[in-house]
């Protein structure tokens, strides 16, 4: 983040601070306003055209519906003006070739942010968020996870997991069910800390997925209203 006195654009700001400032961004995340975006998407047709097939593929998959109804609110909630930092700051994979079979993945910067995967004829979603998000006091403490508000955010208790990966402040929480990733994407503290993992990440300058965007299943992202 960045002080007030360079909230003005220079040459060398990088990430998410080249288009909003600190209170801008610190608005967003609190759900506090309502970031205006442009109409017009950077869109490379070469790209576009090398993963129909993989999009086509997915859309003959039982969760094809959930997947791209849940890709939506993730791409209106969770990504700040997305339509202009489209690929370069963050992107879509479809099918994406990396271990563990995922069926959809969003990345930032070099970071995974949120994936979907099969889970029976269902979808299980895993998100990667700041550990100190959901800890009781705000620590690093891997013992002071608030179980009880990760089990409020969804349907049942049995529908969220989670672990720690590698990495300071990182927090991954599994969510099975397209209902229960329903309702924790709805749940404000839960959202808002999809946000801040995002916004930290999204900062750190261009995204390296660039080339495994999938322009198809972006267009489901960015396919609500302009705001």
Known sequence: MVSEASATRRPNTTGLRRFLDLQQQRDWMHDKTILPDTDERSESLELRLRYVARFEKLLTRPQAQEVLEILGRYGRDCIPIPR????????????????????????????????????????????????????????????????????SCVMTPEDVGYFFPRGE?????????????GKFLAAPRALRAIRAFNLTHMNRGRNAYQASHCYSLADHMLSGPIR
């Not at 069926?103 to 970071?111: D, I, K, P």
């Not at 402040?169 to 990733?181: A, H, N």
Request: charged share 25%; proline share 2%.
């Open 84 to 151: 202009r930092t489209e690929r370069y700051y963050w992107s879509v994979s479809c099918l994406p070739s990396t271990p563990g079979k995922a069926l959809v993945r969003v990345n930032a910067s070099w970071m995974e942010l949120f994936s979907l995967y099969a889970d029976g004829e269902g979808i299980r979603a895993l998100f990667l968020v700041h550990l100190s998000d959901f800890t009781a006091d705000h620590s690093l403490d891997q013992g002071r996870v608030d179980e009880a508000f990760l089990e």
């Open 169 to 181: 402040d990182i927090f991954g929480i599994r969510v099975r069910g397209y209902t229960s990733i």
